[in-house]
């Protein structure tokens, strides 16, 4: 692989939440989290967002360092079940089902 292609090459880990429709949907009622989600305003994981990766939808962050621990997947975890939290939907957040996968992003 020449120089030129590796600095055009780019991996990332993504963690974050299966977003179900049914999650999808309170949320999109929920005035509180589209408050929070768009200003993320004094947010520990400022870039959370939505994304689609083989055909599902997620609810996190792609982390920026090439190292990443698992204490700061489970904080991730917890702050991401807090802020749904705070926003008092009917799902049950503690049975949310969290991944971390790689994504590769070429310029």
Not at 28 to 34: G, I, L, M
Not at 41 to 69: A, C, H, M, R, W
Request: glycine share 2%; net charge negative; charged share 25%.
């Amino acid at each position: 692989m020449t120089n030129e292609l590796q600095e055009r090459i780019r991996v990332k880990m993504f963690a974050g939440c299966l977003l179900t429709s049914d999650l999808q949907y309170q949320l999109n009622k929920s005035h509180a989290w589209k408050e929070w989600f768009l200003t993320q305003e004094s947010s520990e994981f400022p870039n959370v967002q939505e994304i689609q990766f083989k055909g599902k939808s997620y609810l996190g962050t792609f982390f920026d360092e090439e190292n990443i621990t698992i204490s700061q997947i489970q904080d991730l975890q917890n702050f991401i079940k807090s802020k749904l939290s705070d926003c008092e939907l009917e799902t049950n957040i503690d049975k949310l089902k969290f991944f971390v996968f790689s994504q590769v992003f070429i310029s």
